[in-house]
T-cell receptor, first 117, second 112 residues
């Protein structure tokens, strides 16, 4: 199947700094990528939909100025957590979909565990 | 609108006994249904998927699931649990390009 690579897999940063997370589709082109956040002991919640060459679409309650998304190419989307605070500590996962053989399948990155200290 | 309900937040089985993780869904479209597994501090791994072909779907590591439209269910089963199966399992539904909807997850504990 297709591969989505997410980097870094874990990061620790100080309060007030910014962190960038990359999501790459390695063997297919993804015009749309999705960013999810997982709080401890909860399911994944969609944060935003990243569209290549246009602005991301954010879910209700997600601060677009805090979670900057850039989808500059068909294989790369980035999520930047700006001015991070401890409450931003979480597990972030990206996803890209590929349409093949009459169906759509979502592929997920390995996830990034962000700890803000 | 679409939704996913995982009926058990936590399931505990003994090693070597059968596993049943329950999932019910609702969707306005003909859904595609997936089961993913997440081991601690790891990303999601696809176990199996249903995309309107055979209703009984076989996945990796001996897991399988049956799509039952009349019951709007897609329960995940395995005949014999292994210690390495201990993880969190997510039932996921989407209809083509609609937003992906995740269940809340079921944590599987395997007792030696």
């Amino acid at each position: 199947g297709a591969v989505v690579s997410q980097h870094p897999s874990w990061v620790i940063c100080k309060s007030g700094t910014s962190v960038k997370i990359e999501c790459r589709s390695l063997d297919f082109q993804a015009t749309t990528m999705f960013w999810y956040r997982q709080f401890p002991k909860q399911s994944l919640m969609l944060m935003a939909t990243s569209n290549e060459g246009s602005k991301a679409t954010y879910e209700q309650g997600v601060e677009k100025d805090k979670f900057l998304i850039n989808h500059a190419s068909l294989t790369l989307s980035t999520l930047t957590v700006t001015s991070a605070h401890p409450e931003d500590s979480s597990f972030y996962i990206c996803s890209a979909r590929e349409y093949r053989g009459g169906s759509t399948e979502a592929f997920f990155g390995q996830g990034t565990r962000l700890t803000v200290v | 609108a679409q939704s996913v309900t995982q009926l058990d937040s936590h399931v505990s089985v003994s090693e070597g006994t059968p596993v049943l993780l329950r999932c019910n869904y609702s969707s306005s479209y003909s859904p595609s249904l997936f089961w993913y597994v997440q081991h601690p501090n790891k990303g999601l791994q696809l176990l199996l998927k249903y995309t309107s072909a055979a209703t009984l779907v076989k996945g990796i590591n001996g897991f399988e699931a049956e799509f039952k439209k009349s019951e709007t269910s897609f329960h995940l089963t395995k005949p014999s649990a292994h210690m390495s199966d201990a993880a969190e399992y997510f039932c996921v539904v989407y209809g083509g390009y609609q937003k992906v909807t995740f269940g809340i997850g079921t944590k599987l504990q395997v007792i030696p």
